[in-house]
């Protein structure tokens, strides 16, 4: 039986996964939304993303077809013996003593890895072509007198909203106005780390570094380094991820992602063992990612009145534990249900939506982002523990079932609880 439509609609800030993913979850529960997307159209740039089995999880808790478009470009490790592997751990430095890997962590699903726009593409299949307003470049948000909220956007307009969803990101200007725009939380910090993307073709790939280690996720820990590898668009791509720490600071202050030359990867990269060296001499049409997240400054909370923050724009995630966009497709499954629930039809109700999903999501994703620093150091040997492998893998060990076994449907049962205690 079809749910009874709400008398309310969600505006959502944003038109990347989150606010897809969000908008198609709420559409299923018979919700009305609107999209408004600072840029011209959705956006088939980026690089590659893995998707955890939590993640997984999630997509099917939004909606089955969530999950379909994910499947329909995904894959994981070609090797029939290492589809449940995340990654194998070799030693990357010049001099290690040995060409095997140190240990491999594994997981039910393994590695799924996609390229981030093919999974977009898939996903706005899902929507209503009238369903998303782009150009729409967010300045302000204000309460009305009749409880109604106005939002101003850059080209003068001004539209009325029963309720806010910032889904816009890392920069987000829905934080800013939610936690105050002299609030520490309001801007990502950088972490001293940033990334080389790259990408080579498979038979490329193959001839570099053997079928082994082009097929199937590696990643090659170092000092102040690391990289890693995995195949994306059905194996026909190989996905390289070059990360490196600096003291110094990011060189801009409004771009997060400037081109690079091939000089500068193998710059920083030296000291590095010969095959590593290889991969990165044929990477191709690279870029260096400044690392950002919000670990130095959480933000205190992810809604205020009928404003709500969700994915990086409530607790943006440096990358290395792969769990960035898992998160946010959590955070729309719970929301979405949140909002389905029979008690919620307007107004005072949406608040207390807001403040359940707050309440019951905001330790689980900030203690992801302070846990994903964390590795960024272990791989990179900045930590007590230095290059004690044996202790690497144990903690990697201890940590990564509390992202990967989250069970989304308890996860929106205690919301349900929470919103029937406000």
Not at 165 to 170: A, S
Not at 196 to 201: E, N
Not at 239 to 254: F, G, I, R
Not at 325 to 337: R, T
């Amino acid at each position: 039986m079809a749910q009874e439509q709400k008398d309310f609609q969600i505006t959502i800030i944003g038109g990347g996964i989150a606010g897809i993913v969000l908008a198609i979850s709420l559409l299923r529960r018979n919700i009305p939304c609107i999209i408004y997307e600072k840029a011209h159209a959705f956006s088939d740039i980026g690089a590659g993303l893995g998707i955890s089995p939590n993640a997984q999880d999630a997509m099917a808790a939004c909606d089955p077809s969530v999950h379909e478009a994910f499947k329909n470009v995904a894959n994981g490790n070609t090797w029939e013996s290492k589809k449940s592997f995340l990654f194998e751990f070799l030693d990357g430095m010049d001099g290690a003593t040995t060409d095997s890997p140190l240990f491999h962590i594994e997981n039910r699903t393994g590695l799924q890895g996609c390229h981030r726009g093919a999974f977009v593409n898939e996903l706005i299949k899902l929507l209503p072509s009238d369903l998303v307003q782009f150009n729409k470049q967010l300045q302000t948000v204000e309460e009305n007198r009749s409880g109604g909220i106005l939002l101003t956007f850059q080209d003068g307009t001004i539209e009325e909203a029963d309720a806010v969803v910032g889904c816009d990101g890392i920069k987000s200007k829905v934080r800013e106005i939610l936690v105050g725009a002299d609030h520490p939380s309001s801007k990502c910090s950088y972490t001293h780390k940033y990334a080389y993307r790259g990408m080579i073709p498979m038979p490329q790939a193959v001839e570099v570094l053997g079928e082994e280690r082009a097929l199937n996720a590696t990643m090659w820990l170092g000092k102040d380094k690391h990289l890693l590898s995995y195949p994306v668009a059905h194996g026909a791509i190989l996905n390289v991820v070059a990360y490196c720490s600096s003291s110094d600071d990011w060189p801009s202050e409004s771009q997060l992602v400037l081109p690079a030359t091939k000089e500068d990867l193998l710059r920083d990269f030296e000291g590095f063992r010969p095959s590593v060296l290889r991969i990165l001499d044929n990477t191709d049409k690279l870029d260096r990612w400044a690392i950002v997240d919000l670990g130095e400054n959480p933000v205190p909370t992810f809604a205020t009145g009928r404003v709500c923050i969700i994915g990086d724009a409530a607790h943006a995630s440096s990358p290395h534990h792969g769990a960035g966009a898992g998160l946010c497709i959590e955070d729309s499954a719970v929301l979405a249900c949140i909002l389905a629930h029979d008690t919620v039809q307007g107004g005072a109700d949406i608040e207390a939506a807001f403040s359940a999903f707050d309440r019951s999501r905001r330790e689980r994703a900030q203690w992801v982002v302070q846990k994903s620093r964390r590795a960024g150091q272990l791989f990179e040997r900045q930590t007590e523990i230095d290059s004690d492998f044996d202790k690497i893998y144990k903690e990697l060990e201890e940590t990564l079932p509390t992202i990967w076994d989250y069970d989304i449907e308890e996860a929106i049962k205690i919301a349900s609880i929470e919103l029937d205690k406000a």
